[in-house]
């Protein structure tokens, strides 16, 4: 017996009905997108290794797919290195082009590579998927789509007030009431491990702050400890943990706290701008909190992170992200180029709509007519019907094959076409349709243009 198939761990398939609520999400995300002025692109679903290596962290790049060379891809390695086994340098090796990781820093190289076409400030969205050799469980894939908006070219903060506008428009157009959208800045993080001694291990104290709410308190010091943090920097910075108070009272406590930080100051009076005007113009649905142990854990940013979380009651990651990145372009080339963005997480907020049974109820594309087969001469003849039918944008079809009349019927139900067209001798010498309702059971007789005006009317 042939085994049976499957597919990948950490991908799926998905039926009619799920890539129609899919759609739903997709359209609503563009819609907002293309309110606030974004333009899309789109990128390849691989670039070449050294474009993404090295850009995400050592977490990070290890996630990265990478792909093999054509050919005999190990007949260009040295023997003494494949002895070794030192995988990170035979990949070199054998692996010139992954999988995209995410679409920000593939946008940061369309930048840097399409610079002389672009208009400044660009304003661009993506919606593409990306690939992570990560752990599959719930919420988390190996496969999934990003939606992405950024804003390169410009450092102003009124950007990100309008993100946070943008999460808040998505949202209460997907009728998902209670999330809540974290802020903070890299450049209080920086100021923290600053004064606290330790901001030469900054990337290695973000990286382990920003599993606050996955490992614990114990788990952070322990992780920072191994990294090298000291104990005396870790219990100034233990106070950072259980954070209290309202937005306005975490911000006075930074500043008091950052007093001896210029950089962190500087990130505390950029938290302000933006929670001032976003609390003077309101938001719809979503609620913002200012997160001091948001890190994120990326290298690029440099200024304003975002992460956006469920409803409360909700067993779900993030879904959403983002920040500001006034160095990524720099990378490539391109310097003085800021840039700010955020990404919708599809895959979980489909999750979460479906868990709290918030999809409306969303039509799968279908048919408004399917014609009966009774033959090839009838086939022909409503063939010719189907021409001018589809002409005038009228969704129909011609059952393919001519089997028994209730199998065809059957076929209607179930895919709940509102209309079949009965074609037999008689018709084809009066040159009419017999047009049946399926839900009352009525039927009449009609001819090619009294059949476009009741159908199109549906």
Not at 84 to 100: F, G, P, Q
Not at 196 to 207: N, S
Not at 420 to 428: N, P, R
Request: charged share 25%; aromatic share 10%; with cysteine.
């Amino acid at each position: 017996m042939a085994q049976k198939p499957s597919i990948p761990k950490g991908t799926r398939d998905f039926s009619p009905s799920e890539v129609a609520k899919r759609n739903y999400i997709f359209s609503t995300i563009r819609q907002v997108f293309e309110t606030y002025g974004f333009q899309p692109i789109e990128t390849p679903s691989f670039e070449n290794s050294e474009t993404l290596m090295g850009k995400y962290g050592e977490e990070g790049d290890r996630l990265i797919f990478k792909i093999l060379n054509s050919g005999d891809y190990l007949n260009k390695v040295d023997d003494g290195l494949l002895q070794a086994k030192d995988s990170l340098k035979v990949t070199s090796k054998i692996s010139e082009k992954a999988l995209r990781y995410d679409l920000t820093v593939p946008f940061a190289r369309y930048v840097v590579q399409h610079q002389n076409e672009i208009e400044f400030p660009f304003k661009r969205y993506q919606m593409q998927p990306v690939w992570r050799a990560d752990r599959p469980q719930k919420g988390r894939f190996r496969e999934f789509y990003q939606c992405d908006a950024d804003v390169v070219g410009s450092k102003s903060l009124w950007q990100e007030i309008e993100f946070v506008q943008l999460y808040d428009a998505v949202f209460s157009k997907l009728n998902l009431p209670g999330t809540t959208i974290k802020l903070n800045n890299r450049k209080i993080l920086a100021g923290i491990a600053e004064i606290i001694g330790a901001a030469d291990k900054l990337i290695d104290f973000t990286v382990a702050l920003d599993k606050l709410d996955k490992i614990g308190a114990d788990g952070v010091a322990k992780e920072m400890m191994e990294k090298g943090i000291s104990q005396q920097a870790i219990k100034k910075v233990k106070p950072l943990f259980s954070f209290e108070g309202n937005n306005q009272d975490k911000l006075n406590q930074l500043e008091s706290l950052l007093t001896e930080s210029k950089e962190g100051i500087s990130g505390v009076e950029d938290l302000r701008f933006v929670l001032d005007n976003v609390e003077k113009f309101g938001l719809e649905s979503a609620k913002l909190v200012i997160d001091v142990t948001l890190a994120r854990g990326l290298n690029y940013y440099t200024g304003a992170i975002y992460e956006v979380s469920a409803p409360d009651g909700v067993n779900m990651g993030s879904i959403g992200g983002g920040g500001r990145y006034d160095d990524l372009t720099g990378i490539f080339g391109l310097n003085n180029m800021s840039g700010v963005g955020i990404s919708f997480g599809l895959d979980r907020i489909y999750l979460v709509l479906e868990e709290l049974n918030l999809f409306t109820d969303l039509e799968l594309p279908k048919p408004k007519v399917l014609f009966i087969n009774f033959g090839d001469a009838e086939a022909a003849f409503c063939m010719k019907a189907l021409v001018e039918l589809r002409k005038n944008n009228i969704k129909s079809e011609l059952y393919p094959d001519s089997t028994k009349l209730k199998k065809q019927m059957n076929y209607a139900n179930k895919r709940e076409i509102p209309y079949v067209v009965m074609v037999g001798a008689d018709e084809i010498d009066n040159k009419v349709y017999t047009l049946k309702n399926m839900q009352s059971g009525e039927q009449e007789v009609c001819d090619i243009k009294e059949l476009i005006r009741i159908t199109a009317q549906l």
